[in-house]
Antibody, heavy 122, light 111 residues
Framework: QLQLQESGPGLVKPPETLSLTCTVS??????????WGWIRQPPGKGLEWIGS???????NYNPSLKSRVSISVDTSKNQFSLKLNSVTASDTAVYYC??????????????WGKGTTVTVSS | QSVLTQPPSVSAAPGQKVTISCSGS????????VSWYQQFPGTAPKLLIF???QRPSGIPDRFSGSKSGTSATLGITGLQTGDEADYYC????????????FGGGTKLTVL
């Protein structure tokens, strides 16, 4: 059974860099035809896709965050990571990692991590 | 302001049917597949419907999805109190600002 688990600091100071890692268990990132994505949800608000990465390292990013975001993959550790720089209070959110199917107009997240809360505050 | 528009809330009595709409444009819903997610407070979203009307294994057939033009609809029949949750639609947007987009979410209340 595929499981995803987010990890990283729960508090980040502005304007530092938010760094999170998603560890995948029960399946291999390198042998998968899926993308692996990050989604966030500010308190009391809806879902926002941040970006996704394929096992080859190919990435797609939300255009509104693209200038501040970097997603990388480490297939040897079965992990993928998110870096969001120059954070402000508006980046405070629950951050989810998820398996992301994206092909020929079909796009959905079918397995999600439990989420991790990140607060941006000095 | 979300790219996809959903009603903020809907309500219905137990046993009844409810529909939740999701409106977009030709660059997203009009030319791509729609997915739906269910989220209970404090938990991660769960995939309910993918590719407009397909249910993942384990999702009961009380949940259904449809798409027409630039709009999509989630239907839930035989409402149960346990269905009370937030529901989100999602799809790929193929415009110059390409990427995965979601609706603002709909709070379902089972009266």
């Amino acid at each position: 059974q595929l499981q995803l688990q987010e990890s990283g600091p729960g508090l980040v100071k502005p304007p530092e860099t938010l760094s999170l890692t998603c560890t995948v268990s029960g399946g291999s990132i390198s042998r998968s035809s899926y993308y692996w994505g990050w989604i966030r949800q500010p308190p009391g608000k809806g879902l926002e896709w941040i970006g996704s990465i394929y096992n080859s390292g190919s990435t797609n990013y939300n255009p509104s965050l693209k200038s501040r975001v970097s997603i990388s993959v480490d297939t040897s550790k079965n992990q993928f990571s998110l870096k969001l720089n120059s954070v402000t209070a508006s980046d405070t959110a629950v951050y989810y990692c998820a398996r992301h199917w994206e092909y020929s107009g079909s796009s959905y997240m079918d397995v999600w991590g439990k989420g991790t809360t990140v607060t941006v505050s000095s | 302001q979300s790219v996809l528009t959903q009603p903020p809330s809907v309500s219905a009595a137990p046993g009844q049917k409810v529909t939740i709409s999701c409106s977009g444009s030709s660059s997203n819903i009009g030319n791509n597949y729609v997915s739906w997610y269910q989220q209970f407070p404090g938990t991660a979203p769960k995939l309910l419907i993918f590719d407009n009307n397909q249910r993942p294994s384990g999702i009961p057939d009380r949940f259904s999805g449809s798409k027409s033009g630039t709009s999509a609809t989630l239907g839930i029949t035989g409402l149960q109190t346990g269905d009370e949750a937030d529901y989100y639609c999602g799809t790929w947007d193929s415009s110059l600002s390409a990427g995965m987009v979601f609706g603002g979410g709909t709070k379902l209340t089972v009266l």
